[in-house]
Each structure stands twice: as C-alpha cells, then as structure tokens.
C-alpha cells in the first residue's frame, strides 16, 4: 500500500519556525514531483509549494509563502522536507504531502488532478 506520512507540525509562535517532512512508503517516489498543499479551518485547500522528481527545475511556491517557505527533497532517502520560517498567523492550517508523475499545473489551486496525498499534519501559529 502507497503511503505519504508527514510529520513535524505542532504550535508555534508568530516569528516562529517548523520543519516538516514527508516520508513516502510502499514504493519510491523518486521519478515523482512532491510538494505541500494546506487546508485551513472554513477554508479550500489551497496549493502551498512543489519540487520536481530532479530538485533541479526551479521550485514553486504560492506568494503567500515566497521568500519563507523552502522545499527541498533527498531521493537517495526518499523524503521531502518543506522549512517555514517567519510563520504566521495565517499559516495555520492542515498541511498535505502529496505526489504526482507530473511537474506542472496541477501543482497550483487545490490539486486537483493529484495522485497521491497523505493524511495531513497540523501547523498551528500563535499571534
């Protein structure tokens, strides 16, 4: 079975920073982009930042989160990482990995079209 298991949410304080990760199991996602989308309370999920199957194409990120949010991945241990630094308020939601043969328009609005998701870990930030 092909999961995608997050972790690294929790409550931090506005300024603050976390580190999530992603750990792909029941197969290699390698030859996958991944990135995060995050759904807030009342809210859609909404796209938040991806990293092709390489690392080597240019990364995207929502404005909202450019200049403090980085993805980044380690094929060789078949994890993927999102640092958030500077974290918000507003930050506060649901995160999802996810991962998807393509690199591409689906990563943006809600992913639809994507193919794997995992179950979600919370982020919470304190004003």
């Known amino acids: 079975q092909v999961r995608l298991v997050e972790s690294g949410g929790g409550l931090v304080q506005a300024g603050g920073s976390l580190r999530l990760s992603c750990a792909p199991s029941?197969?290699?996602?390698?030859?996958?982009?991944m990135g995060w989308f995050r759904q807030a309370p009342g809210k859609e999920r909404e796209f938040v930042a991806a990293?092709?199957?390489?690392?080597?194409?240019?990364?995207y990120y929502a404005d909202s989160v450019k200049g403090r949010f980085t993805i980044s991945r380690d094929n060789a241990k078949n994890t993927m990482s999102l640092q958030m630094n500077s974290l918000k308020p507003e930050d506060t939601a649901v995160y999802y990995c996810?991962?998807?043969?393509?690199?591409?328009?689906?990563?943006?609005?809600?992913?639809?079209?994507?193919?794997?998701w995992g179950q979600g870990t919370q982020v919470t930030v304190s004003s």
């Open positions: 990293i092709s199957w390489s690392g080597r194409s240019p990364p």
């Open positions: 029941g197969r290699t996602f390698s030859n996958y982009a």
């Open positions: 996810a991962a998807n043969p393509a690199y591409g328009s689906v990563w943006s609005g809600s992913g639809h079209g994507i193919r794997y």
